[in-house]
């Protein structure tokens, strides 16, 4: 089988998109991954073949001339995800023709393949994997994007539904616009609902990297969702720092990271989190920046303190107590599937909602911001550290990590999209 693989230039996009790609090739498949320039050399180390889309830097965009806030979070939105839609799907059609895959796998953002879905042309299978929440509509009424549990009363409910109408105006409603009158341009119908929930609910497979249990109650799921579990880590591209085989094993391990995106401003969680721990002797403290310069953190690193610029979370997550985080998916789910109980602080990005699940699944502590003070970040540490209902729920999300042979799932997902699809052509025809 040939495979077709469309990802967001964006590390924590490329990797999941790398390990399916991994899968597929050890099985036999012919795979192509298209992607920016910039991820060539990843891509054909992880021995796979490689061919460029320019979207000129999207993915990377930043907008500096405005607050936090739904306004910026928007303009960043369109600019990173929505805007190199046409360029991203005139690069599939032509793929299309030269390689003639029989599928495509892409991941949730890559917004290239809406153009496929919503038009009436031939098309192979197209499954997407999700790289972040499952961001359905909610049937409580609550907004996707504002980090809400689900609602416990009616009157919670109400309420839900005033901040759903504030955020559908500010973010939701303009966004689908922006991608309604892109694809108008390209000549294709409006998508049938909001953006997030058209990405999830269009593909012929859309694929959930988690359990169930790290997941609201949705009601009726969509037919095309299947959740997998956590997908099989890459090889790691680091080693082991010698500092890490070498260190105190009575000291319990905390390991600090702001992701390989929102990570431009260490003063937000890794510097304080070092200087919230500063004095505990009892525990050694990790710290990656990311792909960062070291130097970038500011002020003298204390005693207890370790960082490099990049980590194998895999290899030392099994000998962590605690994960302090701005929310990235992908690490949180490392994390939860290694029974690693978590503080979350960070509200960019997807980064609410993912912090809210950690607070609402009994894993971990919520913090519910972008830059925490040192005295609270300190005191959700220690509480997460002291109490044992944290790494016993962890470890129960763990268990159910276990129980999903994720490589199987996505294999076993491509295949029936693809003979799906091949059995409603021979209907039509």
Same mark, same amino acid.
């Given at each position: 089988?040939?495979?077709?693989?469309?990802?967001?230039?964006?590390?924590?996009?490329i990797?999941?998109?790398?390990?399916?790609? *991994?899968?597929?090739?050890?099985?036999?498949?012919?795979?192509v991954? #298209?992607?920016?320039?910039?991820?060539?050399?990843?891509?054909?180390a992880?021995?796979?073949?490689?061919?460029?889309?320019?979207?000129?830097?999207?993915?990377?965009?930043?907008?500096?001339?405005?607050?936090?806030?739904?306004?910026?979070?928007? @303009?960043?939105?369109?600019?990173r995800?929505?805007?190199?839609?046409?360029v991203? +799907?005139?690069?599939?059609?032509?793929?299309?023709? &030269?390689? @003639?895959?029989?599928?495509? =796998?892409?991941? !949730?953002?890559?917004?290239?393949?809406?153009?496929?879905?919503?038009?009436?042309?031939?098309?192979?299978?197209? =499954?997407?994997?999700?790289? /972040?929440?499952?961001?359905?509509?909610?049937?409580?009424?609550?907004?996707?994007?504002?980090?809400?549990?689900?609602?416990?009363?009616?009157?919670?409910?109400?309420?839900?539904?005033?901040?759903?109408?504030?955020?559908? +105006?500010?973010?939701?409603?303009?966004?689908?616009?922006?991608?309604?009158?892109?694809?108008?341009?390209?000549?294709?119908?409006p998508?049938?609902?909001? $953006?997030?929930?058209?990405?999830?609910?269009?593909?012929?497979?859309?694929?959930?990297? #988690?359990?169930?249990?790290f997941?609201?109650?949705?009601?009726?799921l969509?037919?095309?969702?299947?959740?997998?579990?956590?997908?099989?880590? $890459?090889?790691?591209? =680091?080693?082991?720092?010698?500092?890490?085989?070498?260190?105190? @094993?009575?000291?319990?391990? =905390?390991?600090?990271?702001?992701?390989?995106?929102?990570?431009?401003?260490?003063?937000?969680?890794?510097?304080?989190? %070092?200087?919230?721990?500063?004095?505990?002797?009892?525990? $050694?403290?990790?710290?990656? #920046?990311?792909?960062?310069?070291?130097?970038?953190?500011?002020?003298? %690193?204390?005693?207890?303190?370790? &960082?490099?610029?990049?980590?194998?979370?895999?290899?030392?997550?099994?000998e962590?107590? $605690?994960?302090?985080?701005?929310?990235?998916?992908?690490?949180?789910?490392?994390?939860?599937?290694?029974?690693?109980?978590?503080?979350?602080?960070?509200?960019?990005?997807?980064?609410?909602?993912?912090?809210? *699940?950690?607070?609402? /699944?009994?894993?971990?502590?919520?913090?519910? #911001?972008?830059?925490?003070?040192?005295?609270?970040?300190?005191e959700?540490?220690?509480?997460?550290?002291?109490?044992?209902?944290?790494?016993?729920?962890?470890?129960?999300?763990? *268990?159910?990590?276990?129980e999903?042979?994720?490589? /199987?799932?996505?294999?076993?997902?491509?295949?029936?999209?693809?003979?799906?699809? !091949? !059995? %409603?052509?021979?209907?039509?025809?």
């Amino acid at each position: 089988m040939k495979v077709l693989i469309a990802a967001t230039a964006l590390t924590g996009h490329i990797n999941p998109l790398l390990a399916v790609g *991994r899968l597929l090739a050890a099985r036999g498949d012919t795979v192509v991954v #298209t992607t920016a320039e910039a991820f060539r050399e990843k891509i054909e180390a992880a021995g796979l073949r490689f061919s460029p889309i320019d979207d000129g830097h999207a993915a990377e965009y930043r907008e500096t001339s405005l607050p936090a806030g739904p306004e910026r979070y928007r @303009r960043e939105f369109e600019r990173r995800f929505i805007d190199p839609m046409p360029v991203q +799907a005139e690069a599939l059609r032509s793929l299309i023709a &030269v390689e @003639r895959p029989d599928v495509i =796998v892409a991941g !949730s953002l890559f917004l290239g393949v809406l153009p496929l879905l919503l038009g009436s042309g031939p098309r192979p299978p197209i =499954v997407v994997l999700n790289v /972040s929440f499952l961001f359905l509509d909610r049937p409580d009424d609550a907004p996707v994007g504002l980090g809400l549990p689900p609602a416990r009363s009616a009157d919670e409910r109400a309420h839900y539904a005033l901040l759903k109408a504030g955020m559908d +105006a500010a973010f939701v409603d303009p966004v689908r616009a922006y991608a309604d009158a892109q694809l108008a341009r390209l000549g294709l119908p409006p998508l049938p609902a909001s $953006l997030p929930h058209s990405i999830a609910v269009l593909p012929d497979l859309f694929l959930q990297p #988690t359990v169930p249990d790290f997941e609201y109650d949705f009601g009726t799921l969509p037919p095309n969702l299947r959740f997998i579990g956590l997908l099989p880590a $890459l090889s790691a591209e =680091v080693a082991l720092p010698d500092w890490w085989q070498a260190r105190d @094993r009575a000291k319990r391990v =905390v390991l600090v990271t702001q992701g390989t995106l929102a990570n431009a401003d260490f003063g937000e969680l890794v510097e304080p989190t %070092l200087a919230a721990l500063a004095d505990r002797d009892d525990l $050694l403290v990790v710290a990656t #920046t990311g792909g960062r310069p070291v130097e970038a953190l500011r002020g003298p %690193l204390p005693a207890n303190a370790r &960082v490099a610029p990049f980590l194998p979370f895999d290899a030392m997550l099994p000998e962590v107590s $605690l994960l302090v985080t701005n929310g990235g998916y992908g690490s949180v789910s490392q994390a939860l599937a290694a029974g690693v109980p978590i503080v979350s602080a960070g509200l960019t990005e997807d980064k609410a909602e993912i912090g809210a *699940r950690i607070g609402w /699944s009994g894993a971990g502590f919520n913090l519910a #911001t972008n830059a925490p003070a040192i005295p609270a970040l300190r005191e959700a540490i220690e509480t997460v550290l002291a109490q044992p209902r944290y790494r016993a729920r962890a470890a129960s999300l763990a *268990r159910s990590f276990a129980e999903r042979d994720a490589g /199987s799932a996505v294999l076993a997902g491509i295949d029936d999209a693809v003979r799906t699809r !091949s !059995s %409603l052509r021979g209907i039509a025809a």
